[in-house]
């Protein structure tokens, strides 16, 4: 063989190891933007659609907002009318914790086309979960409203340990029936953070 063909020859078969090199990098390029594709998709797929709800979700938003709302009116007037710092901060507590939740809550109901509650939705009061004591929200307040010092300490908590209990009641009721995963994840949240208030409450109420 002569050194030109030899040449040729040793040329021919590096160009062709370049191509099946190349052919080989691009299937594995072409594999792994499929893989890459197919994670993606997997992983959109498997993402529930933050739109699904049913009934339960859409009432446990609409009622948790009144009743959220309900909670941070009797907070404040307790930042206002505490007799002692702990009370009053706690009160704070509770409207910084809840005034997020209910944008988050009004948000889901925008998102999934329902209705914001309302003034009909105020007769949902008398809901489960949604009386003190057997008083309604107005009553509530306006007993509040004409206690001072460690007198309205004391209601404003006992009051508020039967708030929790309902908020308690609803997001248990909610875990049993709804069907969104954001809403279902708040329900334990709540069941969580006001158990544990409840317990700090139950501590302060024999402080006093």
Do not use: Y
Not at 32 to 40: I, L, N, P
Request: charged fraction near 25%; glycine fraction near 10%.
């Amino acid at each position: 063989m002569t050194t030109n063909t030899r040449t040729l020859t040793v040329s021919a078969l590096a160009a062709a190891i370049a191509l099946t090199l190349a052919g080989c990098s691009t299937d594995a390029d072409d594999a792994g933007a499929d893989a890459g594709t197919t994670q993606e998709e997997t992983a959109g797929g498997s993402t529930v659609d933050p739109a699904a709800h049913n009934d339960a979700d859409t009432e446990f938003a609409q009622m948790m907002i009144i009743h959220h709302e309900g909670a941070i009116e009797m907070a404040e007037l307790a930042v206002e009318k505490a007799g002692t710092e702990e009370v009053r901060a706690l009160g704070e507590r509770i409207a910084a914790a809840q005034g997020p939740e209910i944008e988050t809550m009004s948000g889901w109901l925008e998102a999934w086309g329902e209705e914001q509650p309302d003034e009909a939705h105020m007769s949902g009061m008398g809901h489960e979960g949604m009386d003190m004591e057997g008083m309604d929200q107005e009553a509530v307040m306006a007993e509040l409203s004409g206690l001072e010092g460690v007198e309205f300490d004391r209601r404003f908590l006992e009051l508020m340990v039967d708030h929790h209990r309902g908020a308690i009641e609803m997001a248990e009721t909610h875990r049993e029936s709804g069907e969104n995963a954001d809403a279902l994840q708040l329900a334990g949240t709540i069941i969580d953070d006001q158990t544990v208030e409840i317990t700090e409450m139950a501590n302060l109420l024999s402080s006093l």
